[in-house]
């Protein structure tokens, strides 16, 4: 599966000599692990620090669940194309309480490095967080487009040790380097979000810089992490975006440039939709219902997609098992796909996808200032269970942050 994924960045880093050359090492050697030494610099795993701080967890549940330790195992490089990050900051997403709960473990234990489930009979201890600023303390001996001092965020994929801990273990492919504009901490609100919103309106979307001027974008959910990046992003763009959410959100959706807003919770959204022109994208935050009468405000036979990130894969996996759950998920999405094509509409899920060079993209539109961090409260690394229940609360408005480090 690891393979697999070097595969697919692959493809994306052309022109990237730096990053293509450890992708092609990791091909030749194949998937098993590969013992030290990898690093080059600052050898910090194999000299001096064998543990490290974290928030695990050693099964699923509620809050309770969390626990702080001091005695986690510092993370070796087992590939010469990975980096060691010094996590300065850290942010939480609604997968992380999901997560916590047990959501996806099926599917992402298949994911996870098979050799290191098998030698501890279980996918635990799990590091949760996705999100990452920080510093390159230790390189592989293949990355060469970064170097150890290098500032860096990334969004970690949820099948590896995340990021609410000291260290964690990046691929080159997954990081850029951080905004230079931005602080660690508003740096940790916006990769794995941005890189959500960037997967459905970019890479299945195909909205681009080049094609989005003028275009009519919905956003159901624009008052969260992701629905706050996509509204800046398509404004970036060019395109004309109503932004959907609650009243006393309506002051950060404005300010953050959507040109329309349904308040959701002053009446029928599809009543209100009724007044304004069809459109041309919808991004939906929300899933459940919404999708049953939201395609209908969209312009028929002219490439209008509707893009939703509340699918069903990871519960189907969870429940059907990895064979039944991914054909269940194979045909759900084929029938709409086609059901919806046949009134012509474009019907498509998107998923967040691990991804350098895109933050690199994202880097740039954060330094020309077209896009800003939305950061909603910052919680100390001590009060990480803190944040999870104000996680779960919901409402969110932007991102919460944890302050991993104080430097
Ligand atoms: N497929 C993927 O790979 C992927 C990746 C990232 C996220 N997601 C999913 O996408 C969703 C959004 O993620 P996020 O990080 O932006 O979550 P979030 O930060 O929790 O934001 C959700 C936002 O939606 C608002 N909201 C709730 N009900 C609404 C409604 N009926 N109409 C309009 N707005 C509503 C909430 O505020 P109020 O309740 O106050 O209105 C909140 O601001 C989550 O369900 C998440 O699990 C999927």
Request: overall charge positive.
């Amino acid at each position: 599966m690891l393979l697999k994924m070097h595969l697919v960045s692959g493809r994306a880093y052309s022109g990237l000599l730096g990053r293509q050359g450890s992708v092609a090492t990791c091909l030749r050697r194949g998937n098993s692990l590969i013992k030290p030494p990898l690093c080059r610099n600052v050898s910090l795993s194999s000299q001096r620090c064998t543990i490290m701080s974290s928030w695990i967890i050693d099964k699923y549940g509620r809050n309770d669940v969390l626990r702080f330790t001091k005695n986690m195992t510092f993370p070796i490089l087992q590939f010469p194309n990975e980096v060691v990050i010094k996590v300065h900051a850290a942010s939480l997403n609604p997968i992380d309480v999901n997560m916590r709960n047990g959501y996806g473990k099926a599917a992402l234990n298949m994911k996870r490095d098979p050799l290191n489930l098998k030698s501890r009979g279980s996918e635990f201890p799990v590091t949760l967080g996705r999100d990452v600023s920080g510093v390159i303390m230790e390189c592989g001996l293949d990355v060469a487009y970064f170097k150890p001092g290098d500032e860096v965020w990334a969004a970690i994929p949820p099948w590896k040790q995340g990021t609410l801990s000291e260290f964690v273990v990046a691929s080159g492919n997954e990081i850029s380097h951080k905004p230079k504009s931005l602080s660690h901490i508003e740096a940790a609100s916006l990769p794995y979000v941005g890189l959500t919103a960037w997967s459905a309106m970019n890479q299945i979307g195909r909205l681009n810089q080049h094609n989005c001027t003028g275009k009519r974008i919905l956003i159901f959910g624009a008052s969260g992490g992701v629905g706050t990046f996509a509204i800046q992003l398509m404004k970036a763009w060019g395109g004309h975006v109503t932004a959907v959410c609650s009243s006393d959100a309506s002051a950060l959706v404005k300010k953050l440039g959507a040109d329309d807003v349904i308040d959701y919770k002053s009446g029928d959204v599809a009543e209100q939709l009724k007044m304004l022109p069809l459109f041309d994208f919808i991004l939906d935050n929300i899933g459940g219902s919404t999708e049953n009468w939201s395609l209908n405000f969209l312009k028929k036979w002219s490439g209008a997609t509707y893009v939703t990130l509340i699918t069903p894969f990871l519960l189907n996996v969870d429940r059907l098992g990895v064979a039944d759950g991914m054909l269940q998920t194979g045909v759900t999405v084929g029938t709409k796909a086609i059901k919806h094509l046949c009134k012509g509409i474009h019907y498509r899920w998107a998923f967040f996808t691990p991804s350098g060079p895109s933050l690199d993209e994202i880097a740039e539109l954060v330094d020309s200032g077209k896009i800003q961090p939305v950061v909603e409260q910052v919680f100390s690394f001590f009060d990480v269970p803190k944040a999870f229940l104000k996680l779960e609360e919901g409402h969110a408005r932007g991102k919460t942050v944890i302050r991993v480090t104080n430097k």
